[in-house]
């Protein structure tokens, strides 16, 4: 049985590809500093607790585990915050990184593949965005990613590691019926907040309603952390079949502003959810799409979920975790 090691492996991203890899009959050992309680009661995961930045740690899970690939999501994640303190981001992102790939260096682990982000590209110069767009993040969360990619292109030129850096969009939706979903604290992915500020009868802060878009709110693409996890599974196929080091966006190549994705909750929950606006945060794109033509030609993937489902496991999970809470409409 092939061993995968996962870091970050209790977050939303990471804990989703633990449990595909889990299912397809890989042994996962998941790296993360808080517990997983669903994770752990999966007979093919092991849970370690540990700093993935910690070298002499890292390698005693590599050589104890005789590791056969890496899925390196472990990171901090908020844009906003990177702005305003971008030491800690430069810091964690980077410093994690290198010490992961090092460990693949050290240990003969051939297969790389890293949670990167659209944040890449910075402001499109053009729609939908592909591969060869220019990188040119405008926040330091975006920039910690290209640092990363820079550092596996590098390691991929000079030790042969193989290395596939995947550039997520705007991952939502949950795996409810596994006890795994999006819960950050605080809490700053929209989805998840929206729906927080409508069961609890809260208003929701919106972040620029100015922007160069029909409704003047930000347009993102939304794609299924299950299909995500899903690319991370045909990628290792992939680089075990001799592919080539990449980047891969994976995206639905379809934006919804963040008026819209009130507006579908709204007929999903039967109720009128308030807003406060404020001006833009620095570093937030106006619209940012997809183009997955390189996930569909190379690894056969494209996305299973649209937006409606993604909000109703996303509002699955939401309930799951807080069962008191009574919504008017059936969900799934």
Not at 113 to 126: D, E, L, N, W
Request: net charge neutral.
């Amino acid at each position: 049985m092939k061993t995968i090691l996962v870091t970050g492996a209790a977050g939303y991203i990471g804990s989703h590809i633990s449990l595909l890899f889990a299912q397809n009959n890989f042994r996962v050992v998941g790296i993360d500093f808080l517990p997983h309680a669903a994770l752990s009661q999966h007979p093919g995961i092991i849970m370690l607790q540990g700093n993935c930045a910690d070298a002499k740690f890292v390698d005693s899970v590599c050589k104890k585990y005789l590791v056969h690939a890496i899925a390196h999501c472990a990171s901090f994640i908020e844009v906003g915050e990177s702005v305003t303190n971008p030491d800690v981001y430069y810091q964690n992102n980077v410093k994690t990184a290198q010490t992961m790939l090092n460990a693949a260096r050290k240990h003969y682990i051939q297969n790389f593949i890293f949670s990167s982000s659209c944040a890449v590209y910075g402001t499109p110069q053009y729609l939908p965005l592909n591969e060869s767009h220019p990188t040119k993040p405008i926040s330091p969360y975006g920039k910690t990613k290209r640092v990363i990619e820079w550092m596996m292109e590098d390691f991929s030129h000079a030790y042969g590691l193989k290395t596939v850096a995947l550039r997520f969009f705007n991952a939502a939706g949950s795996c409810y019926e596994f006890g795994l979903g999006e819960s950050h604290v605080p809490e700053s992915h929209l989805i998840p907040r929206l729906i927080s500020a409508a069961l609890h009868k809260r208003p929701i802060e919106i972040f620029g309603t100015d922007y160069p878009t029909p409704d003047g709110t930000c347009i993102r693409d939304f794609v299924s952390v299950t299909d995500i996890a899903q690319a991370h599974l045909l990628t290792l196929h992939y680089l075990e079949q001799g592919g080539n080091s990449t980047a891969i966006n994976l995206g639905s190549a379809r934006g919804y502003s963040i008026a819209q994705i009130i507006a579908e909750l709204e007929f999903l929950l039967q109720t009128q959810i308030s807003t406060v606006n404020h001006p833009r945060r620095a570093g937030d794109p106006a619209i940012l799409i997809a183009d997955p033509t390189r996930a569909q030609e190379i690894l056969g993937w494209q996305t299973t979920e649209n937006i409606k489902t993604i909000l109703q496991q996303a509002l699955a999970w939401h309930c799951r975790k807080q069962p008191a809470i009574q919504v008017t409409r059936a969900i799934l």
